[in-house]
């Protein structure tokens, strides 16, 4: 339809006709165009008595608020929520009275390459800036969103390896019996589960010497018995609360920020930066490869797909499929 056939304030977006005047909330109407139910909703917008005296702002900031309260942000993944907001917040600092209408694909791109030195936070930034910029095009904001097809930045990626002994040793040197620092790390290595399953964990989920665990992620519910490292911290913690792992004021569950920060802390002491809180779970699979056991039985520890089973532990089969190689070498050479 050509615009002149719209009457005024009303334009045809991608998505739909909105309602659009200066001072005006954006409205998207309901109806077909042309039909008496249309131009019903256009004289009830007409006829509002609460009129808006002001305009209503459409900068990032707006965006980022709207967004916060779309479903789109609200079915996220707690963990993958805290991961938003830090680049929501970042957007919002740098940009927050910027127009989202008026953004580049040249833009996108000087936003990305003005982060390349930290290349994982630049290519994050990049996916939460495209949902939101898809947010803004639903409003009826923009046309077109400018973060489609912009490549990220080619990094090469660091693969994550278990605690060496001696680091996880240390680890259990520098956190006493009680604190939550070892406990978490216990629970991780001990169970080999998720950090946000872990996280979740309840006193209730002890069952006949083990772990109940409905994994967040995949829907699995497991049942893994408790190693007496595991439980010599288990007995040495407090019981305050539903959680096992709680808050400083021990009415909640601990969160993934508090536990992450906590955890780090001890990193740094003891000098292992290189491996964080997702390694655990690697520990935990790769000790069972160590021991003979089969991808099966390891997954039946961690939950863990047959793939992930080899992801997680092909280093450590490399090198127990060597020894065993070596050692039947030099049994021939003896013989």
């Given at each position: 339809?050509a615009?002149?056939?719209?009457?005024?304030?009303?334009?045809k977006?991608?998505?739909?006709?909105?309602f659009?005047r200066r001072?005006?909330?954006?409205?998207?109407?309901q109806s077909?165009?042309?039909?008496?139910e249309?131009w019903?909703?256009?004289?009830?917008i007409?006829s509002?008595?609460?009129?808006?005296?002001?305009v209503?702002a459409?900068n990032?900031?707006a965006l980022i608020?709207s967004?916060r309260?779309s479903p789109?942000?609200?079915?996220?993944?707690?963990?993958t929520?805290?991961?938003?907001?830090?680049h929501?917040?970042f957007?919002c600092?740098?940009?927050?009275?910027?127009?989202p209408?008026?953004?580049?694909?040249?833009d996108?791109?000087?936003?990305r390459?003005?982060?390349?030195?930290k290349?994982?936070?630049a290519n994050?930034s990049?996916?939460v800036?495209?949902?939101l910029?898809e947010?803004c095009v639903?409003l009826?904001w923009?046309e077109?969103n400018?973060v489609r097809?912009?490549?990220e930045?080619k990094?090469v990626?660091k693969?994550?390896?278990p605690?060496?002994?001696?680091?996880?040793?240390?680890?259990r040197?520098a956190?006493?019996l009680?604190t939550r620092?070892?406990?978490?790390?216990?629970l991780?290595v001990g169970?080999?589960q998720r950090i946000a399953?872990v996280?979740?964990?309840r006193?209730?989920d002890?069952?006949?010497?083990?772990?109940?665990?409905?994994?967040?992620?995949t829907?699995?519910?497991?049942w893994?018995p408790i190693?007496?490292?595991?439980?010599?911290?288990?007995?040495a913690?407090?019981r305050?609360s539903?959680f096992?792992l709680?808050n400083?004021?021990?009415?909640?569950?601990?969160?993934?920020?508090?536990a992450?920060?906590?955890v780090?802390?001890?990193?740094q002491?003891?000098g292992?930066l290189d491996?964080?809180?997702?390694s655990?779970?690697?520990n935990?699979?790769c000790?069972?490869?160590e021991v003979?056991?089969s991808?099966d039985l390891?997954?039946?520890?961690?939950?863990q797909?047959?793939?992930m089973?080899l992801?997680?532990?092909?280093?450590?089969?490399?090198?127990v499929?060597?020894?065993e190689?070596q050692q039947k070498?030099?049994?021939?050479?003896r013989?």
């Amino acid at each position: 339809m050509a615009k002149r056939e719209l009457p005024k304030h009303v334009y045809k977006q991608r998505n739909g006709i909105y309602f659009q005047r200066r001072g005006w909330p954006s409205q998207k109407f309901q109806s077909e165009f042309g039909t008496p139910e249309f131009w019903q909703e256009y004289a009830g917008i007409l006829s509002l008595k609460d009129r808006p005296n002001r305009v209503i702002a459409r900068n990032f900031g707006a965006l980022i608020d709207s967004y916060r309260k779309s479903p789109r942000y609200r079915n996220l993944k707690p963990r993958t929520g805290l991961d938003y907001d830090k680049h929501l917040d970042f957007f919002c600092e740098i940009m927050g009275a910027a127009s989202p209408a008026k953004m580049q694909r040249k833009d996108v791109i000087r936003l990305r390459d003005a982060n390349a030195d930290k290349a994982y936070f630049a290519n994050y930034s990049l996916r939460v800036l495209r949902v939101l910029m898809e947010h803004c095009v639903d409003l009826g904001w923009r046309e077109t969103n400018p973060v489609r097809g912009v490549p990220e930045l080619k990094t090469v990626k660091k693969e994550r390896e278990p605690w060496p002994r001696d680091l996880l040793q240390s680890y259990r040197t520098a956190c006493d019996l009680g604190t939550r620092e070892r406990l978490v790390m216990e629970l991780c290595v001990g169970t080999g589960q998720r950090i946000a399953d872990v996280l979740a964990m309840r006193w209730s989920d002890i069952q006949d010497g083990g772990f109940v665990v409905r994994q967040s992620k995949t829907g699995k519910q497991l049942w893994v018995p408790i190693l007496p490292e595991l439980q010599s911290a288990l007995d040495a913690a407090s019981r305050h609360s539903v959680f096992i792992l709680t808050n400083e004021q021990g009415t909640n569950r601990w969160s993934y920020r508090g536990a992450s920060a906590a955890v780090r802390k001890v990193r740094q002491r003891i000098g292992a930066l290189d491996y964080d809180i997702h390694s655990w779970r690697y520990n935990a699979a790769c000790e069972l490869v160590e021991v003979g056991c089969s991808d099966d039985l390891v997954a039946s520890v961690t939950g863990q797909s047959p793939a992930m089973v080899l992801h997680y532990t092909k280093k450590v089969r490399q090198k127990v499929r060597a020894i065993e190689a070596q050692q039947k070498r030099s049994d021939k050479n003896r013989s």
